[in-house]
């Protein structure tokens, strides 16, 4: 082999080996950005979905709260480009912005890139709800956020006051489910039975113990501002007490958030419609009373 071809040979290897270390320099700084934008995107889905479980009503909580995940998921206050609520409050969006420095393409001039990442969560009917409690709202009646409702004050029926047998029946399985909330899941279209009677003593014990807990653990807690998870925080069943009589079978159609308020000497229940996330499986066109499960929209 002469000599020129040889040189030949050394150049064009040169020229191979150039551009084999070019492209792989390129693909090291294309997978930086990649792999920095899909930690932004986790950040930034964690974050509105945290922050969701405050709306309606607490929008400035909901950013706080989306902002301080977003954080926890290492995201510095400056990558926050903002956090923002829709006017309806039903939903939140996060735009999240890091600039990620190149190793290779300094090379060529271009010391950094640019990654985004954007995610909005937003609020649906809560179709399946665990921890209901065993007293139902008549699907009858129209209810407004905020309206103060008694339970267990009217007669739906004859022997129905409202009460329901959830996993069992009694005084004691009633008293437990208020306290506690009935285990299980319950889904919009199930039927539940009525539990006849008003069980005076338990349902006073039941419900005393809820607020004395709530009170304990949050005793700053306000209808207008609480935690989710205050013991006052009821969520009910709305159901269709139509023709009932004495033990029946009814279907529930929604679910409700209530803050209860107090028992009076009278055994008259005080509670108010509250606009809240509930433990719940989203459900979108699930009828909506108040009570909201959280999804990711984008």
Known sequence: MTRKYTAQIVVIMTLVVATLIGTVALGTD??????NWGLLQKAADSAVLAGASYLPGDSANAVAVANSFAAQNGIAANEINSTTVASDQMSITVQLVRTVPYYFAKVIGISSGLVTARATAGLVGAGVVTGMAPIGIDSRTS???GQSINLMTGQYGPGNWGPLALNGTGASNFANNIQNGASGNFAVGEMVATEPGSMVGPTRAAFNARLSAGADSFPSGTLSSHTLDDPRVVTVPIVNYANINGSSLVPVVGFAELWLVGM?????????FLKQVTSSTP???????GAYAVVLIS
Do not use: K, N, Q, R
């Open 264 to 272: 009076d000497s009278h055994e008259t229940i005080s509670t108010y």
């Open 30 to 35: 294309v997978g930086l950005l990649y792999y």
């Open 143 to 145: 209810y407004a956020y």
């Open 283 to 289: 459900s979108p066109g699930a009828p909506i009373y």
